[in-house]
């Protein structure tokens, strides 16, 4: 079996153009155009690389986009102030801290500061629990991604089993809730998981947010089953030339597309389904802000 690859570049360039559709429709209609802040602290590369193609991906559906970069000694009271600032700013619908914070500042206190009507990352404190008892959430970027694709692949994922491999806040955690949500048959791995191998092979839908280069091998794979590969791992690519490197997923991904029936590739899968729903979020958090209809 080959598996058919769920192309998320296109799927995301898809949802991006009816975000611009509905910005363009606030702007004629209500003289309300979304806007976004991202604030980041300190100079890391990865993070600084997303930043800026967030904040270009914001620009091109016709939002406003705000940049904040603070220093990575930023106190955290400086941090707080900011963010007071952007809550309280009417121009302002979303607003994201980048991650990973520096290690003096205590992210879920900065996170919980954030007006969770503003939280387009959805990792408040008040969404966590809107999420899990199946309320209006605003729901975490990347498991709102990697759902569009499920059930554009499948339709109705009633009654699937679903392995989640990674329980982190923002990716393993809200993942599981939102397959639940979808009425799957949910599981949780981790590092303490028994005979993880066991576990994988009775999925219909496994979903890799571990952070380890292609850790999943195929023979793990039900026959048939949908991957959904959510790590991004940077390795060392010789072959490609000296210094190169290359992006892979925590599935390896030619011997799990031999076996799997549909497959997320990377790059070219969640990645960009995650900025796409950021968008996608910060335009309803406007709308939920201005009491107009959201999109669906
Ligand atoms: P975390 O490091 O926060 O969590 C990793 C999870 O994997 C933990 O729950 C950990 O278990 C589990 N784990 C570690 N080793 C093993 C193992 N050997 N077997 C089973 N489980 C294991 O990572 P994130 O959730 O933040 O991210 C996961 C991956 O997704 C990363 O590659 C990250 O870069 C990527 N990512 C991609 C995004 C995108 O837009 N595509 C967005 C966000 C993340 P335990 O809890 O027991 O330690």
Not at 70 to 99: K, R, W, Y
Not at 102 to 129: M, R, T, Y
Not at 130 to 142: D, F, N, R
């Amino acid at each position: 079996m080959t598996a058919t690859v769920i192309d998320g570049k296109a799927f995301a360039a898809k949802v991006r153009g009816m975000v611009g559709e509905h910005v363009a429709t606030l702007k004629a209609d209500h003289g309300i155009t979304p806007g976004l802040a991202v604030v980041l602290v300190g100079e890391d590369p990865a993070s600084q690389v997303y930043v800026k193609s967030k904040g270009k991906m914001t620009v091109e559906v016709g939002m406003k986009s705000v940049e904040h970069r603070m220093d990575a000694d930023v106190s955290e009271a400086d941090l707080l102030a900011m963010i007071d600032t952007l809550n309280n700013d009417p121009t302002i619908h979303g607003i994201l801290v980048q991650l990973p914070l520096p290690d003096h500042l205590n992210s879920d206190l900065v996170i919980n500061s954030i007006d969770p009507a503003k939280d387009v990352d959805g990792f408040h404190i008040s969404n966590v629990g809107l999420l899990g008892t199946g309320q209006k959430a605003m729901v975490p970027c990347t498991p709102l991604g990697s759902l569009m694709m499920l059930r554009d692949h499948h339709g109705s994922l009633s009654g699937m089993n679903a392995v989640v491999i990674g329980r982190s806040n923002i990716v393993g955690k809200p993942m599981a809730q939102l397959l639940l949500g979808d009425s799957c048959t949910v599981t949780i791995a981790h590092s303490r998981t028994k005979d993880l191998a066991a576990v994988v092979r009775q999925a219909d839908i496994v979903v890799a947010a571990v952070g380890r280069a292609e850790m999943v091998p195929g023979d793990w794979i039900k026959p048939g089953a949908t991957v959904i590969d959510v790590g991004i791992n940077r390795l060392d690519a010789p072959e490609k030339g000296e210094g190169k490197t290359k992006l892979v997923g925590d599935v390896d991904y030619a011997s799990c597309a031999a076996v799997a029936g549909a497959i997320t590739p990377v790059p070219g899968g969640v990645g960009p389904m995650t900025i796409a729903c950021l968008l996608a979020n910060t335009l309803t958090a406007c709308c939920r802000a201005n009491d107009l209809a959201e999109p669906t």
